[in-house]
Nanobody, 118 residues
Framework: QVQLVESGGGLAQAGGSLRLSCATS????????MGWYRQVPGKERELVAS???????AYADLLKGRFTISRDNAKNTVYLQMISLRPEDTAVYYC????????????WGQGTQVTVSS
């Protein structure tokens, strides 16, 4: 059974930083593209960042320079380092995995709340 478990969310002050982690199990981690999405109430879930199985990264344009995605294939974990946080970064952050195999199966974590106070 595939599981994606996020951690590291919480309350931060504007200008502060947080590091989110997503620990995975039940999957061959190195076969998956990993990503982080976020969602606020009333809005669609949006892509924050993604990282390929060989470490190539992509970011939402507005978040470049403040957010950094990384992965540790030995620990089956993907990270999102967030700096210079802003109140508008407040959202539920979701970990995402998509297989690079023909099935292209997708999995989501349960989400972790990030709240940035001004």
């Amino acid at each position: 059974q595939v599981q994606l478990v996020e951690s590291g969310g919480g309350l931060a002050q504007a200008g502060g930083s947080l590091r989110l982690s997503c620990a995975t199990s039940g999957m061959v981690f190195s076969f998956y593209v990993m990503g982080w999405y976020r969602q606020v109430p009333g809005k669609e879930r949006e892509l924050v960042a993604s990282i390929s199985k060989d470490g190539r990264t992509a970011y939402a344009d507005l978040l470049k320079g403040r957010f950094t995605i990384s992965r540790d294939n030995a620990k089956n974990t993907v990270y999102l380092q967030m700096i210079s946080l802003r109140p508008e970064d407040t959202a539920v952050y979701y970990c995402y995995a998509q297989s690079t195999l023909a099935s292209r199966r997708e999995y989501w974590g349960q989400g972790t709340q990030v709240t940035v106070s001004s």
